[in-house]
């Protein structure tokens, strides 16, 4: 058998591996990144595409209470279906104890100060790059159709601007004037002008190229079934072809399929899918103006994403375990609820349909860092509902963790895979 010397193995081609990989090659080291499928082919392909810094996280307080009395409820974008997983129900208690002002406040703490390093990062990589994934530095808002909704924009805009944002209230005559697709049951929303949107997929795949550009090897198709160490040091990963592959430093960025590789370490990563859908349409000329800003539609959750020739809508957050299966109920839900905000939709056709699982930690916060015990091992996974987002600062703090790098991110400490062990 073929014994090739590689320096850095990447697992997984979202896209945090892709960025992980970037970073790395361009300082030079020999990195080889290894995806089971195609790029960006898990969670990465079809998110809402909003680069959305300074976005709250998942475990706000009372979310669990609030999920048990929506459970019933089908316009809810939170679900969790009654179903025997006892892992899910372990990492439900979890999260449960982290849905509390102080936890909440310490994961927004970290992700804000990542948000503003990640955005400048996205603006520097597409210039220098020259990506072209449709990336657009125009902010996104949020509209509601009820009080109860406005008061959570209202607080999570307080919340914001401690963070370094600038997010302003805006009334429904200032949104419909900006978005005409807007409908007159809108009764107010916010601008967030720090934000951006691009193609995801088309991100994932352009920053593959200036990898490869800067040295990388990608592996397609081929899956990592175990990662090789020698006492306490990483030696390599083996492939499912059998051949090994030898590197000094392992990353893996299996997002939603974390768990599976660390096992064998005793490393128990608490990471749960929660899966979300989108349904991109393309309007007709016949119809009203199609949108030309991207909105988040507050009491759903669901994103409204102009794109390059169609416009996305994507959303919801399903605690159903590991599973793909496309439910027809929640997609419909994703463009029924959106023809409660704008109009239009009636002249659209549907030309994709699609599901994701985005890996979630009980904090809301990443696992990006090393895991203990195993020098050469580490991990960049759990970016739930922000993995776009934060992709390219995840792929700087990984850098740093390999090399050293000069910049500092005080914020790495918050994310380290071992807090809760
Ligand atoms: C509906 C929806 C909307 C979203 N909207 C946004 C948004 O607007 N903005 C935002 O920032 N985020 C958004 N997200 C979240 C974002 O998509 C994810 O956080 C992100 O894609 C996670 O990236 P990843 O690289 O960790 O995981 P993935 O993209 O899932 O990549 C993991 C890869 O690892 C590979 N892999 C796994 N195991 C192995 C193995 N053993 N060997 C080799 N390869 C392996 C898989 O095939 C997969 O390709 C959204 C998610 C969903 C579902």
């Known amino acids: 058998m073929e014994m090739t010397k590689e320096r850095v193995v990447v697992v997984g081609g979202g896209v945090i591996g892709i960025c992980c990989s970037y970073f790395l090659a361009k300082r030079g080291l020999r990195v080889t990144l290894i995806e089971r499928n195609g790029i960006g082919s898990g969670a990465s392909f079809g998110n809402a595409g909003s680069v959305a810094v300074g976005h709250t996280p998942i475990n706000k307080p009372g979310r669990v209470l609030e999920a048990a009395r ?20 372990k990492w439900l208690w979890k999260y449960r104890s982290h849905c509390n002002k102080e936890s909440f406040e310490r994961s927004a703490n970290a992700l804000s100060s990542l948000g503003h390093a990640t955005l400048d990062l996205f603006d520097s990589l597409v210039d220098q790059e020259n990506l072209k994934c449709g990336y657009r530095r125009e902010g996104f808002f949020e509209v509601c159709l ?17 963070y370094g944002y600038s997010p ?9 004037e900006v978005e005409p697709a807007l409908k007159e049951t809108i009764l107010g929303g916010a601008y967030f002008p720090q934000g951006a949107t691009c193609d995801p997929f088309r991100f994932v795949l352009e920053m593959a190229r200036s990898s490869e550009k800067s040295g990388a090897r ?17 030696t390599g990963v083996l492939l499912d072809t059998g051949e090994k592959i030898e590197a000094d430093t392992v990353i893996l960025t299996t997002g939603s399929y974390s768990q599976r590789l660390t096992q064998k370490f005793g490393f128990h990563l608490p990471i749960q899918p929660g899966k979300g859908y989108h349904r ?16 988040v539609m507050s009491e759903t959750s669901v994103y409204c994403s102009p794109m390059s020739g169609f416009t996305r809508f994507a959303g919801t957050i399903e605690f159903s375990g590991m599973n793909h299966d496309l439910n027809k109920e929640r997609l419909n839900y994703v463009t029924n609820s959106a023809a409660e905000y704008m109009s239009g939709l009636e002249y659209s056709e549907v030309i994709s349909e699609w599901t994701g699982l985005r890996p979630c ?25 922000l993995g776009l987002t934060l992709a390219p600062i995840t792929g700087k703090m990984i850098e740093q963790y390999v090399l050293g790098s000069s910049e500092e991110f005080p914020q790495m400490e918050a994310l380290k895979p071992d807090r809760f062990m």
């Open 218 to 234: 990608i592996i397609l198709g081929n899956e990592v079934t175990e990662v090789l160490s020698q006492d306490t040091k990483i």
């Open 168 to 176: 302003a209230m805006m009334s429904a005559g200032e949104l419909r």
């Open 70 to 89: 929506e459970m019933l409820n089908p316009r809810s974008p939170f679900r969790i279906p009654l179903r025997w997983n006892p892992g899910l129900i």
């Open 280 to 295: 991109d349409v393309r309007f007709s000329c016949e119809g009203p103006p199609p949108p030309t800003h991207t909105f």
């Open 146 to 162: 009820t009080n109860n909704a406005l008061e959570h924009i209202n607080s999570d805009v307080r919340t914001m601007v401690r």
């Open 361 to 385: 930690t009980p904090d809301g916060v990443p696992c990006v860092g090393p895991v203990p015990g195993h020098s050469g091992l580490f991990v960049a996974t759990g970016h739930a509902t």
